[in-house]
C-alpha cells in the first residue's frame, strides 16, 4: 500500500525559493573577480536568477540545455548555480586549472551551449573558443559599465545579458531526477568522466550535510566555501547555506593565506571548508603575523588527508575544531566526517588527534564497506586495509554518456580508496589503491609515510611513492620540500621515522625537491613523479 503523501519533488529551486520567503535579508558576501566586495540578501538573488532565468529563455535555451561555467566563488556565479538548474537546464562547472585540452574535450564531450567566464579567463576563452564546437554564445562576468576587451563573436556581460524586461516567473514543476549539474571528474584514468548529478541527489547531499553531526550548519553559520564551486558543487555548501539560511562568503579568486584571514575576520566566518594546502597558507600567515581566527568554530579539511600536526595546530593555537571529511566528485561528494563521540571524552589528548587525523564515519545516507580483491567483505578491526566500497543515493552509478555502470551486482561504487574502518565505523584512508605500496606482499599506506613526514618542523610538503625493487617488489622512496631556511639530511629525516612506524614501513631513500607536481584538484601528482623516478637507485 502506498502512503498518502504529497509527492512534493526535490528540486534546487526549492532551495532559494525557501531562502527567499525564509531568510530574505540574510547576506551573500562575495570577492569579485575585480576583487571587490559585494553584498546583497537571499531575496536579492533570488530576483537576479529570476532575471537570468528569463534572459536563458530568451535566448532558446531549454532543459536538458549545459551550460558552462568558468568561474571563481562569487555572487555571478551562485546565481548561475540557481538559475540555470531550477529552469531545468544542467551547469557544467568547468575546472579552470585543467590543461586548455582537457577543458576543450570536456566541454565538447558535454555539448555546451552557453559558456559563463570571468575575467581573469578571457585569455583561456581566447586560446580555446575555437575548439568549442558547440559553445554559441559567450558571457563574460563582468558589469555592463567596464569594457570587454576580448575579441570572440557572439559576447555579451553577465550585467547587460539578465538586464531583461520580465522580472518574475513561476518555478517550473519537473521530476526531482532530472539531472541539475555536471562536474568532470580526472581522477580515474583515461579521459575525464563526467558526474551528473540529480535534483533530488542534490538536496538530499545538502540535508544531510548540514546536519548536526556531518557539518552543523544552521541560521547561525557563517558559511565560506573556500573550496572552489567548480571542484564537487563547492562540497555542498552553496545549496547547504540558503536551505539553512546560514550567511554566505565566497572568497572569490585569492586564496592566499593574507586575504583568506582578512575575509573570515571581516565577515565573521564560523565554518570553511578547503584542501589541506589552503589551510597551510593560513597557518603559516597566522603564524607569521601572530593573527587569530576567534569567529571560526569548525574548519573542514578534505580532498587529500588532513595531517595530524594541522588538525593539532589549529586545535592548539587557535581553538578550531578540525572536521576531517572524505569524498569524492562521484558522492557529491561527501562520505564522512572525522567527529569524536561522547565515549571518547576521557580518552587521552593524544588519542584524540589520532582519532581525528582518521576520515570520519559515514554520514546518514552513506553506505560503506572494505573488501579484498576477490570481493570479500574485510573486517571492521581498524586494521585490516582493503577496497572501500560505498552506496548511497548520492552516489554516481554511471558517468555520462557512458552506458555501462560503474556499480558491482550488488549495487557497490568501488572508489579506488584503500582504507580501514574500526569497530566504532572510523574510516582512515590509507592510499588510493594505485598509490599504496606493495613491498614483500604487505602493504605499506603512502599517506601514513607522508603525514609523519608533514608532521617535522622543517618539512613543507611530502610524497611517497612505490619505486621497481628487484626483492621487495616495491619499496618506498620519500620526496620531500623542506622550509627555505633549513638544511635537513637524509639521515635526519628517516630518523624521524622511527618508533613510528614497523621497521619496514621506512622509506629507503629521501629526495629532496623545491617543489612536488599538483593535479588540477590540488592533489599530488604521484604517477608524474614514480615516472620520473622509477629507476631511481639508492645510494
Ligand atoms: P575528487 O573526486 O577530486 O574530489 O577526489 C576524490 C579523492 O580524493 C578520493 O577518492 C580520495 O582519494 C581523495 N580524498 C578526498 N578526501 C580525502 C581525505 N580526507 N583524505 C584522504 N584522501 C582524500
Redesign the pocket.
Known amino acids: 500500500m502506498l502512503g498518502l503523501m504529497q509527492n512534493r519533488q526535490l528540486l534546487v529551486s526549492s532551495i532559494i525559493d525557501f531562502a527567499d520567503k525564509n531568510y530574505g535579508d540574510v547576506e551573500i558576501v562575495s570577492k569579485t573577480d575585480s576583487n571587490q566586495v559585494h553584498r546583497y540578501s537571499y531575496s536579492e538573488a533570488t530576483y537576479r536568477i529570476k532575471k537570468l532565468i528569463n534572459a536563458l529563455k530568451n535566448i532558446g535555451l531549454k532543459k536538458g540545455d549545459k551550460v558552462a561555467t568558468l568561474a571563481w566563488n562569487d555572487h555571478r556565479h551562485f546565481e548561475l548555480y540557481y538559475a540555470i538548474s531550477s529552469m531545468g537546464a544542467i551547469l557544467h562547472t568547468i575546472n579552470p586549472r585543467l590543461f586548455e585540452e582537457q577543458i576543450i574535450y570536456i566541454s565538447n564531450h558535454a555539448e555546451d551551449s552557453i559558456l559563463f567566464f570571468d575575467q581573469s579567463f578571457a585569455n583561456l576563452v581566447n586560446n580555446i573558443s575555437k575548439k568549442l564546437v558547440s559553445v554559441k554564445k559567450y558571457v563574460i562576468m563582468k558589469s555592463e559599465k567596464s569594457d570587454l576587451n576580448i575579441k570572440l563573436d557572439n559576447i555579451i556581460s553577465y550585467e547587460n545579458f539578465i538586464d531583461h524586461k520580465v522580472k518574475d516567473l513561476d518555478w517550473p514543476n519537473f521530476k526531482e531526477e532530472e539531472a541539475c549539474s555536471l562536474c568532470y571528474?580526472?581522477?580515474t584514468t583515461g579521459n575525464p568522466k563526467g558526474v551528473l548529478y540529480s535534483h533530488k541527489s542534490t538536496l538530499l547531499h545538502a540535508w544531510a550535510t548540514s546536519m548536526p553531526d556531518t557539518l552543523c550548519i544552521s541560521a547561525s553559520s557563517v558559511v565560506m566555501p573556500v573550496v572552489p564551486m567548480f571542484?564537487?558543487n563547492a562540497w555542498g555548501l552553496v545549496y547547504a547555506a540558503p536551505m539553512t539560511g546560514a550567511k554566505l562568503v565566497l572568497p572569490g579568486s585569492d586564496l592566499d593565506g593574507e586575504s583568506i584571514y582578512k575575509i573570515i575576520n571581516d565577515e565573521k566566518v564560523t565554518i570553511s571548508a578547503g584542501v589541506p594546502t589552503v589551510w597551510l597558507m593560513l597557518l603559516n600567515y597566522m603564524d607569521q603575523n601572530r593573527g587569530s581566527i576567534m569567529s571560526v568554530k569548525n574548519l573542514v579539511?578534505?580532498?587529500?588527508?588532513?595531517p595530524k600536526s594541522m588538525i593539532k595546530e589549529f586545535s592548539d593555537k587557535y581553538n578550531v575544531t578540525v572536521l576531517?571529511?572524505?569524498?569524492?566528485?562521484?558522492?557529491s561528494?561527501l562520505g564522512t566526517v572525522c567527529r569524536l563521540l561522547p565515549k571518547h571524552n576521557d580518552l587521552s589528548i593524544a588519542s584524540k588527534f589520532d582519532l581525528k587525523a582518521k576520515?570520519g564515519r559515514a554520514i546518514f545516507g552513506v553506505e560503506m564497506k572494505i573488501t579484498d580483491d576477490s570481493g570479500v567483505e574485510m573486517p571492521r578491526d581498524g586494521k585490516s586495509f582493503g577496497n572501500l566500497k560505498v552506496k548511497g543515493p548520492w552516489v554516481a552509478e554511471a558517468y555520462y554518456k557512458e552506458p555501462k555502470k560503474i556499480l558491482d551486482e550488488e549495487g557497490w561504487f568501488n572508489?579506488?580508496?584503500v582504507a580501514t574502518i574500526d569497530p566504532d565505523g572510523f574510516m582512515q584512508?590509507t592510499d588510493?589503491s594505485k598509490d599504496v605500496i606493495k613491498s614483500g606482499g604487505e602493504w605499506i599506506s603512502s599517506?601514513d609515510l607522508e603525514n609523519i613526514a608533514i608532521g617535522h618542523e622543517k618539512i613543507l610538503e611530502a610524497c611517497v611513492i612505490g619505486i621497481p625493487d628487484t626483492k621487495w617488489d616495491e619499496r618506498p622512496l620519500l620526496l620531500i620540500v623542506q622550509d627555505k631556511k633549513s638544511e635537513l639530511t637524509k639521515k635526519e629525516v628517516l630518523d624521524f621515522f622511527v618508533g613510528k612506524v614497523a621497521k619496514w614501513w621506512i622509506p629507503d631513500d629521501v629526495i629532496f625537491l623545491e617543489e612536488l607536481p599538483h593535479?588540477a584538484?590540488g592533489?599530488l601528482l604521484k604517477s608524474k613523479l614514480r615516472d620520473e623516478f622509477k629507476n631511481h637507485k639508492i645510494v
Open positions: 571528474t580526472s581522477g571542484h564537487a579539511i578534505g580532498g587529500s588527508a588532513a576531517h571529511a572524505w569524498g569524492m566528485t562521484e558522492m561528494p576520515q572508489t579506488g580508496d584512508i588510493r599517506i593535479t584538484t592533489k
